[in-house]
């Protein structure tokens, strides 16, 4: 295969003779200067990646994809309502549910938390629960015979917070008791724990409290009624486009909100700041660029006479361009394709080993996420590339002005 002369030319000059060493000492540290900067862009978006893609699968994992509620406070005759929103477009599954807050005490002490009542035989289908229960089923949250207690699955936080586990009762405080003169008082019953569930997501995990349905409308008063309906859809990112069309076939008062009006905040954080590092880190291939710069400028010095001598044999201004141009590209994609390989190890080692840990209760996650996404790394590899060709243009530019004949005058 025939190599362009432009080309040749190029890396001639890349290694240097013996005693223009220093040169190729700059050329190296400029594709070292590349290489650390696309590597740390890459493990940072990757990084931010997967924390995006981690926190969107435990929420989602943990609550529905849509919410269905009542401006009047209360679902009607929710069964009936689960079945019409199946019948929607997009719908996988539904499932009614109530939702209080709550107080909850042990032996131990009391805590505050989130009582939630859920459909047995639909919850399944809506929410991760039955696969996050680290002991205890779902089936054991109904009474096991007349007299017996109902049972109740913690959260794996707050049932340490309680210090209980499978078998212990505890008791249940929930607002909208009945009114005395000595004031209102709270409606109280007592559960056996039935079961511990962990999400991985630590505010779910600390607070939240399951019953079966007909036992959280016993204790709030809401019999044939619901907070709400759980929806999950056949396709998350077309979550809105179901939304819409739930709230339109059921009609006031009913409204339905998607997982990304409910998190919209958070993930647009998230976002923000991926942007923001994606810039500040982009910097640091610039500053590997400006070594081009440098470099390309000694070269163009140290080879003044070279350059002159090529222009006498024919070597238009044209092609002395592309000769520095090349050489500048040479180093950088020798850098970027560096940083492209550690980048994409140490990804590799992060996801592998998972060797750096998190608190759980500050990042909702205990383990360093990593997803490395294809496009992402084209995007930083376009990136990089286009800096260090455009770091070449004013040095190719500078060496496509050298006049021969006043180069070679005193040779």
């Given at each position: 295969?025939?190599?362009?002369?432009?080309?040749?030319?190029?890396?001639?000059?890349?290694?240097?003779?013996?005693?223009?060493?220093?040169?190729?000492?700059?050329?190296?540290?400029?594709?070292?200067g590349?290489?650390?900067?696309?590597?740390?862009?890459?493990?940072?978006?990757?990084?931010?990646?997967?924390?995006?893609?981690?926190?969107?699968?435990?929420?989602?994992?943990?609550?529905?994809?849509?919410?269905?509620?009542?401006?009047?406070?209360?679902?009607?005759?929710?069964?009936?309502?689960?079945?019409?929103?199946?019948?929607?477009?997009?719908?996988?599954?539904?499932?009614?549910y109530?939702?209080?807050?709550?107080?909850?005490?042990?032996?131990?002490?009391?805590?505050?938390?989130?009582?939630?009542?859920?459909?047995?035989?639909?919850?399944?289908?809506?929410?991760?629960?039955?696969?996050?229960?680290?002991?205890?089923?779902?089936?054991?949250?109904?009474?096991?015979?007349?007299g017996?207690?109902?049972?109740?699955?913690?959260?794996?936080?707050?049932?340490?917070?309680?210090?209980?586990?499978?078998?212990?009762?505890?008791?249940?405080?929930?607002?909208?008791?009945?009114?005395?003169?000595?004031?209102?008082?709270?409606?109280?019953?007592?559960?056996?724990?039935?079961g511990?569930?962990?999400?991985?997501?630590?505010e779910?995990?600390?607070?939240?409290?399951?019953?079966?349905?007909?036992?959280?409308?016993?204790?709030?008063?809401?019999?044939g009624?619901?907070?709400?309906?759980?929806?999950?859809v056949?396709?998350?990112?077309?979550?809105?486009?179901?939304?819409?069309?739930?709230?339109?076939?059921?009609?006031?008062?009913?409204?339905?909100?998607?997982?990304?009006?409910?998190?919209?905040?958070?993930?647009?954080?998230?976002?923000?700041?991926?942007?923001v590092?994606?810039?500040?880190?982009?910097?640091?291939?610039?500053?590997?660029?400006?070594?081009?710069?440098?470099?390309?400028?000694?070269?163009?010095?140290?080879?003044?006479?070279?350059?002159?001598?090529?222009?006498?044999?024919?070597?238009?201004?044209?092609?002395?361009?592309?000769?520095?141009?090349?050489?500048?590209?040479?180093?950088?994609?020798?850098?970027?394709?560096?940083?492209?390989?550690?980048?994409?190890?140490?990804?590799?080692?992060?996801?592998?080993?998972?060797?750096?840990?998190?608190?759980?209760?500050?990042?909702?996650?205990?383990?360093?996420?990593?997803?490395?996404?294809?496009?992402?790394?084209?995007?930083?590899?376009?990136?990089?590339?286009?800096?260090?060709?455009?770091?070449?243009?004013?040095?190719?530019?500078?060496?496509?002005?050298v006049?021969?004949?006043?180069?070679?005058?005193?040779?």
């Amino acid at each position: 295969m025939r190599v362009p002369v432009e080309l040749h030319i190029a890396k001639k000059y890349l290694l240097a003779k013996r005693k223009q060493t220093f040169i190729s000492i700059i050329s190296f540290i400029s594709v070292g200067g590349v290489a650390v900067g696309v590597m740390a862009l890459i493990i940072v978006l990757a990084v931010m990646s997967g924390f995006e893609r981690e926190l969107k699968d435990r929420i989602l994992g943990a609550t529905a994809h849509i919410h269905v509620t009542s401006l009047e406070g209360s679902v009607p005759d929710p069964f009936s309502r689960a079945n019409d929103v199946r019948k929607a477009g997009g719908v996988a599954a539904a499932s009614p549910y109530i939702f209080s807050q709550m107080m909850i005490s042990s032996g131990s002490g009391s805590v505050g938390g989130v009582l939630r009542g859920v459909d047995i035989p639909t919850i399944g289908g809506v929410t991760r629960l039955a696969r996050d229960l680290r002991s205890g089923s779902l089936e054991d949250l109904r009474r096991a015979g007349e007299g017996a207690l109902p049972g109740v699955i913690l959260g794996k936080e707050l049932a340490g917070n309680l210090a209980v586990g499978v078998g212990d009762v505890v008791e249940v405080l929930v607002p909208g008791g009945s009114v005395t003169p000595l004031g209102a008082f709270p409606k109280t019953a007592r559960f056996r724990v039935a079961g511990i569930s962990e999400s991985g997501m630590y505010e779910y995990d600390a607070t939240f409290a399951y019953v079966a349905f007909d036992e959280a409308g016993r204790l709030l008063g809401m019999e044939g009624r619901a907070t709400g309906i759980e929806v999950k859809v056949d396709d998350i990112y077309r979550a809105a486009d179901v939304a819409k069309r739930l709230r339109k076939d059921l009609g006031y008062p009913f409204w339905a909100k998607d997982w990304m009006q409910s998190n919209r905040n958070l993930f647009s954080a998230l976002k923000l700041e991926k942007a923001v590092m994606f810039i500040i880190l982009v910097l640091i291939v610039m500053v590997a660029a400006f070594n081009i710069i440098s470099t390309l400028i000694m070269v163009v010095m140290e080879k003044t006479k070279d350059i002159a001598i090529l222009m006498s044999m024919g070597a238009t201004r044209r092609t002395i361009r592309r000769i520095f141009a090349l050489e500048g590209l040479i180093i950088g994609v020798a850098g970027t394709a560096l940083g492209t390989f550690l980048g994409g190890l140490l990804c590799w080692l992060l996801k592998k080993y998972k060797f750096i840990q998190l608190p759980g209760d500050v990042y909702y996650i205990t383990t360093l996420p990593v997803h490395v996404e294809p496009k992402t790394i084209l995007l930083v590899v376009v990136s990089s590339v286009a800096i260090c060709f455009l770091a070449t243009l004013y040095p190719a530019a500078q060496a496509s002005r050298v006049d021969p004949a006043e180069a070679i005058r005193y040779e």
